[in-house]
């Protein structure tokens, strides 16, 4: 894996790890209509569902 990958990799579980672990709307999502639907919102409506996708790319 090269340097860059790791450094991408980084910031992606930074990302996670800031706003994702404490997400009140993807628990209440996950509650009331499922995993699947509460990641779905996760990537098509949530900004930073939008940034991960992007630094994704870059893998």
Same mark, same amino acid.
């Given at each position: *894996?090269?340097? *860059? =990958?790791? %450094? #991408?990799? @980084? =910031?992606? /579980?930074? !990302? *996670? =790890?800031?706003?994702? /672990? %404490?997400?009140?709307? !993807?628990?209440?999502?996950? /509650?009331? #209509?499922?995993? @699947?639907?509460? !990641?779905?919102?996760?990537?098509?409506?949530?900004? #930073?569902?939008?940034?991960?996708?992007?630094?994704?790319?870059?893998?």
């Amino acid at each position: *894996m090269c340097r *860059m =990958d790791r %450094d #991408v990799l @980084r =910031d992606l /579980t930074n !990302l *996670m =790890d800031h706003y994702c /672990t %404490d997400c009140f709307i !993807l628990k209440c999502n996950r /509650t009331e #209509v499922g995993k @699947r639907p509460a !990641l779905k919102y996760c990537n098509k409506l949530c900004v #930073v569902g939008e940034w991960l996708q992007e630094r994704g790319k870059l893998l």
